[in-house]
């Protein structure tokens, strides 16, 4: 399972990383685990974990960190993880991010990702 | 009471010094943010018949309890100064995301002072301002300044600033924050003015609701905007170009008509099947009206406005010409209106012999020549030449001239709207604040409104549109955003207000706080010296029946304009002469004015 990104059809509104940071009464896009990139007059472009068949940011972190709590879905336990930031170097598309001492890595909000069903575009949807 | 940090910021650049003063509760729920924050802060630290262009004029950049949250168009932020336009109180507005970066920095405004002795812009992270040396970004346009900055702070900063408009005092200057203006009444002259560069900001904190789940049922229940706002959704706000034409209110050659034979050339509907690359939204909105067009340049636009002021107004029909022109504008950081209709101004005179090629620079400154379009941006961002004439903007020009076909109000040139065509509109043109900017009134119920040639209710129209785009001004979100939630106040916004900041406010509480930045913005201008002499429309609008078209023989007369202020200032608690009354400043907590 992951997010499907719809080619070419994001227009950058961000209501995805709004609602993806949505915690506690709270809003941030800087703590949100999808990222959309803006930049003039191109395309806007989705940046969310792919969650890759074999994760090399799985691999690469030193204190196992990352829980499976899905087939193949990984999230990672805060507690254990020490901020080492190893994945966010070995993810080959830079889909792991950081906000302050803590590593953010797209979990598939436990398997109904909010980000698919707010997208008022529907550029983002859940892939099985 | 959620919805603010309670935290503004000043910054002198005179003496370089930074403070900050925190505000608390009673003040959030009297000015609530943006527009009001502005106008409350720069009546009481402006003073009476400053030049706007010394330093002590105060160009602020405000925002409010929306920003940032999932509220539809939450990425907007609201600037003001004392205008080099109208010498009066004037503010603007960009979209794009500068203002929810803002939120996130934890400052609810930004004012700066003074002027430095060099050339600036400001870096802020997380309300931490450094004043940085701009030496090496001056002379550049804006977006090759941006790329600058951001190449240097990095992508997460967002920045809003000036080209070589802003650098030159073009009076109509304006900011572009992305790549969105914040258009009207000279902002980025003022920035020029002090050796203000640009801003840069980013911000890491949270934004806290009170009821988020609140939020998001409403968020839900208002996103409807393939029906609301079909138009907007598929065609940007370009989707007007043919209505109004249609209708017969498109400023057409300086407004000697208002129906433009070659509008199907520069419609919406022609600029999205041959020229659109692709779409693109604010920060936060599910409209999404922006259109990157590809033509000779790329450009993000022309939107509507721009389509009227250099197209039409200008008697251009080329689609292509106006993205080029477009484009030239955001990179001097003009406002395409006054610029535009400057332009069609200095056009009507060339054609009436008043100017000729010895004033022009040897340019054939007849309607519809593109070249001189073009070259005239140009020069205008110099100052060069005979741009340095039409740097000045119409009035000025008019007053030189000693002609009276310059179609502004207060000095500032008319949006795309009629005020013939419009009766709510010449009256709100003829009040604005601002002068001739259709985001005070506003025009859009009464374009669908069976018939415009009554005055009937368009005196409330007027009225009740300003109330809604003052508290849009102030929350700070996008007025277009009024396709969903309403065109007047109504329970929706009473509704979004709860659910932000928890205050437990009535649609009469709301409504009485947009009274009050109107009526202390007014207290501005009655300061400076405005009366109800100057509520009032170019010449041609009140003299001169539109000619040709579907608005065929309407006209704002001189008499049915005084009717309706009347019924407005009565309606607002001013006096006869558009003063405020000392009971109405009183009833709105404003008894410490003083004009």
């Known amino acids: 399972m992951h997010i499907g990104v719809k080619p070419n059809a994001c227009d950058g509104c961000e209501i995805c990383e709004l609602i993806c940071s949505k915690q506690d009464g709270r809003f941030n896009t800087k703590r949100a685990k999808i990222r959309v990139i803006n930049e003039f007059y191109k395309i806007p472009e989705v940046n969310v974990c792919r969650q890759c068949e074999d994760p090399a940011c799985v691999a690469s972190c030193p204190v196992d960190a990352f829980e499976e709590i899905s087939p193949g879905v990984y999230a990672i336990d805060q507690e254990t993880c020490t901020q080492c930031l190893a994945c966010v170097d070995a993810c080959p598309y830079g889909s792991i991010f950081i906000w302050r001492e803590k590593v953010l890595k797209c979990d598939l909000c436990g398997g109904s990702p909010r980000c698919t069903v707010y997208c008022p575009k529907h550029v983002l949807e859940l892939v099985e | ?595």
Request: charged content about 25%.
């Open chain 2, 1 to 595: 009471m959620k919805g603010y940090s309670f935290k503004m910021a000043f910054v002198n650049l005179t003496t370089r010094k930074i403070t900050f003063e925190n505000f608390d509760e009673s003040f959030a729920k009297m000015y609530l943010g943006g527009n009001g924050f502005l106008a409350k802060v720069l009546f009481e630290r402006i003073p009476k018949g400053l030049d706007p262009f010394s330093p002590e004029n105060i160009v602020g950049l405000a925002i409010g309890p929306a920003n940032g949250t999932i509220l539809q168009t939450a990425g907007r932020t609201a600037v003001a100064a004392k205008s080099p336009m109208t010498n009066l109180f004037c503010d603007s507005y960009f979209g794009g995301n500068f203002g929810a970066e803002m939120k996130y920095s934890g400052l609810d405004a930004l004012f700066v002072i003074g002027k430095c002795d060099m050339p600036v812009f400001l870096k802020v992270t997380n309300s931490d301002i450094e004043i940085c040396d701009a030496s090496h970004l001056w002379g550049h346009d804006i977006l090759e300044t941006e790329g600058m900055i951001a190449k240097d702070t990095g992508k997460e900063y967002k920045t809003v600033g000036i080209g070589q408009g802003g650098e030159n005092l073009v009076r109509y200057a304006c900011l572009i924050g992305g790549t969105r203006a914040a258009g009207r009444g000279g902002m980025g002259a003022v920035f020029g003015s002090k050796n203000l560069k640009a801003v840069t900001i980013v911000g890491d904190n949270d934004v806290e609701v009170a009821d988020p789940d609140g939020l998001l049922e409403f968020w839900n229940r208002t996103n409807q905007w393939g029906e609301k706002a079909r138009g907007l959704v598929t065609l940007g706000t370009p989707v007007l170009v043919n209505s109004i034409n249609q209708i017969g209110g498109l400023g057409t050659r300086n407004w000697q008509d208002e129906y433009f034979p070659e509008a199907e050339a520069i419609s919406g509907e022609l600029y999205n099947e041959k020229f659109l690359s692709h779409i693109t939204a604010c920060f936060g909105c599910p409209i999404a009206c922006s259109r990157v067009f590809s033509g000779s340049h790329v450009s993000e636009g022309p939107e509507y406005e721009t389509l009227y002021s250099l197209g039409s107004c200008c008697g251009i029909s080329n689609p292509d010409t106006i993205i080029t022109a477009d484009l030239l504008c955001d990179e001097y950081s003009l406002d395409t209106i006054s610029c535009g209709v400057s332009i069609a101004f200095a056009m009507e005179a060339y054609e009436k012999g008043i100017l000729t090629k010895k004033d022009t620079d040897g340019m054939d400154f007849r309607f519809g020549n593109e070249e001189a379009l073009i070259e005239a941006i140009r020069k205008i961002a110099k100052r060069e030449g005979f741009g340095n004439f039409l740097a000045e903007g119409s009035r000025r020009m008019a007053q030189k001239l000693g002609v009276n076909f310059n179609m502004d109000v207060r000095g500032l040139e008319l949006a795309g709207h009629s005020p013939r065509a419009l009766k709510s509109m010449a009256l709100s043109y003829a009040v604005s604040p601002r002068g001739g900017s259709h985001h005070d009134g506003r025009p859009t119920s009464e374009y669908g409104m069976a018939d415009k040639r009554t005055m009937e209710g368009k005196v409330a129209l007027s009225l009740h549109s300003h109330d809604w785009a003052t508290i849009g001004d102030s929350l700070v979100i996008c007025h277009l955003i009024e396709r969903g939630f309403g065109f007047t106040l109504n329970e929706n916004h009473v509704e979004l207000m709860r659910h932000l900041t928890g205050w437990d406010i009535t649609l009469e509480e709301l409504t009485r706080i947009a009274e009050r930045i109107i009526t202390l913005e007014r207290a501005f201008n009655v300061r400076e010296g405005v009366r109800r002499k100057d509520d009032t429309l170019p010449y041609r609008m009140m003299h001169e029946e539109i000619p040709s078209g579907g608005s065929k023989g309407c006209i704002a007369r001189p008499e049915e304009l005084e009717k309706m202020k009347d019924d407005f200032y009565e309606k607002r608690g001013w006096d006869g002469d558009g003063v405020p009354t000392p009971q109405t400043l009183k009833r709105l907590g404003l008894d410490w004015v003083r004009y």
